[in-house]
């Protein structure tokens, strides 16, 4: 009896003492573990073995495990295999379920390396100076790095679950390698939810398959999230500034008009380190249709957006509750800070126009509107890091990182 996490997913299992065999195939030790879910809501217990089943299709190279009743299990795997029994799970309510693992190695053999592609975002503007950023949980340890000689510096920020570590400035291409229990691995990881019918909350998606639910998600990576507003095509973004969650919500437009709710939803990534979906909205009778796509980073304070459709037209961003901006450097920032001594900050790397009375932007005749849209913590007190300008330079360097396991 224990509770077992692989990845995102857990659950308490009683399980027989065939439930896990170990066993080596050709040098690699494999671990297959069988049991069933059953929870009290037959719903929940049908939930949790889906997410199971959908271990195999995760992004990640590698995936934590961890077992209370066999800690000598605990480490780094590749999920290569698993199997719901959905006839009896309809019929009884409780799933049998299989998974096969390759298993990587324990948390003292495996090392991380995060492999970043970086560049400056194509931008018609001077005077930036784009500074890239990684973030990592706290737990993270036993630092190098690869393929360079400066070592970044670091800060940390306080979110929603506890803290986040910022790298902040290391030379592009150089390789960080870290350390981490497979217990904290996910600590303020990128995530996505939906409204999958089990719970009242909204449940962790595994890989990419997503229930059309395009009005009930939430992507986020614990100091910032983002659902649907409930109204046209507005988004609530909320950003937890070390006190409490704040909202700020902003709406979407196409040739001076509201367009309307999202129709359909995918997922585009899902990793511990990058999300991003895709919201699909119709317009008016047969002209067309509009793409909102919206990335999160882990240790992010802001969103990245490419907003597109299919002909040309005058995109706009703004702030649904009307505060006014000032302009900076390839953006706008709060003109003041506001209750919660915090900023807004809009950003785009292409010639825009300012609403400088709403807060917001927007570029005319065009195919796409790509912006960042984030939050000055602190607002005119904010701290190194966290600055509107400071932000807007870490949105201007266009990060991707994978997560690589090697062996010590």
Known sequence: ?????????GVDLDLDPAG????TQRGREVVAITGEVSLTDSNQSKALAHKIERLPTTEELLVPLTFSGEPT???YYRVTDAILNTVIGSANGFYPFSCQLERIGSEGRVEIESVISSAERTNDFGGITPVPILGVPTQADAWRYRDGSAIPTSFTRTFGGGNVRMLSGYTVGKVPVWSIAASAFYNRACYVKVDDGST?????????????????????????????????????????????WRSHPIELYS???????PAYISVLMNTAATCGIRLVVPLAGSTGAVTVDIWVRRGARFIEVVYSRDRAATLKVRNVNVEAGTAITAGQRATAN???TNRYVFSCPLSHTLDATNGGLQIA????????????????????????????????QAITEIMNPIIR
């Not at 896990?20 to 066993?23: A, F, R, S, V």
């Not at 509107?369 to 201007?396: C, H, I, K, N």
């Open 1 to 9: 009896m224990g509770t077992l996490t692989i990845g995102r997913v």
């Open 20 to 23: 896990i065999q170990k066993t």
């Open 73 to 75: 299990l605990d480490g």
């Open 200 to 244: 009242t909350n909204k449940e962790v998606v595994i890989g990419r398959d997503i229930p059309n639910k395009p009005t009930d998600f939430e992507i986020g990576n614990d100091g910032l999230r983002v659902t649907y507003n409930g109204s046209n095509c507005q988004l609530k973004v909320e950003f937890y500034d070390g006190t409490d």
């Open 255 to 261: 040739g001076g008009a509201t367009i309307a709710a």
């Open 338 to 340: 506001d209750g919660n």
């Open 365 to 396: 005749s065009v195919t796409e509107l790509p912006f960042m849209f984030g939050l000055e913590v602190g607002g005119t007190g904010a701290a190194s890091g966290d600055a509107a300008t400071d932000l807007v330079d870490q949105y201007f």
